[in-house]
Structure formats: C-alpha cells, structure tokens
C-alpha cells in the first residue's frame, strides 16, 4: 500500500507547459497533447498521461510506478464519469415516447 498523499493529481495547465516538455524529453517521448492529468511528488511534475491517447511520460529518476497507475485509475474514472448521461437525460429515457407525447398535448393546470 502506499499513502494517498504520497501525490497529487490535477489537470495541467499553460503553466505545466514547460514541465511536461522536460517530462518528455526525459523520457524520449514526443510531448503529450490534448487534455492532460499531471502527476506531482513533493509539489513537482513527476508523471503525466494524455487523457486523448493515453500516453504518458514520466521522470525516469524518480520512482513514480504507483503514481503512473493512480494516474490511469483518475483517468478512467473521469472518463467513465463523462460517459455516464445526465438525470434529465436518464430521466426523460425513462418516460415511454407515447407518455412523452401525451404529456406534450395536455395542457398545463393552474
């Protein structure tokens, strides 16, 4: 088990975009694109994954196995969060299209 402040896990930022350039080159992978979650030890930039591709770069000087997993799990959950419809989206696929109808053709009640 490791602690679950061990690290932090944000999306990056314009600012991140000097670190995650050095995170690639350290890794000797070409610069991660698209929305990106970062992966910090001790307040610095450790690890990063593309959330568009799912590649990451990561400081090979550093350990950072666990935070590259924890970093795929947020991923996922954020993933399956956005694919997950809305209540009123669940809520109107729930009402049969003839009930829908009806309700349309009624008129509101004061």
Same mark, same amino acid.
């Given at each position: 088990?490791?602690?679950?402040?061990?690290?932090?896990?944000?999306?990056?930022?314009?600012?991140?975009?000097?670190?995650?350039? +050095?995170?690639?080159?350290?890794?000797?992978? @070409?610069?991660?694109?698209? &929305? /990106?979650?970062?992966?910090?030890?001790? =307040? *610095?930039p450790a690890a990063a994954l593309s959330?568009?591709?799912? +590649?990451?770069?990561?400081?090979?000087?550093? @350990?950072?196995?666990?935070? &590259? /997993?924890?970093?795929?799990?947020?991923? =996922? *959950?954020?993933?399956?969060?956005?694919?997950?419809?809305?209540?009123p989206a669940r809520m109107l696929a729930?009402?049969?299209?003839?009930q829908r109808s009806r309700r349309a053709?009624?008129?509101?009640? *004061?």
């Amino acid at each position: 088990m490791f602690a679950a402040n061990a690290h932090r896990i944000r999306p990056a930022t314009g600012a991140d975009a000097e670190s995650l350039a +050095r995170l690639a080159v350290l890794d000797s992978q @070409r610069p991660l694109a698209g &929305r /990106i979650l970062v992966g910090e030890i001790g =307040g *610095a930039p450790a690890a990063a994954l593309s959330l568009t591709d799912g +590649r990451a770069v990561s400081d090979p000087f550093r @350990r950072t196995g666990t935070l &590259r /997993i924890s970093l795929r799990l947020r991923a =996922g *959950a954020m993933m399956a969060h956005e694919a997950t419809p809305s209540l009123p989206a669940r809520m109107l696929a729930a009402v049969s299209p003839a009930q829908r109808s009806r309700r349309a053709l009624t008129p509101a009640v *004061a």
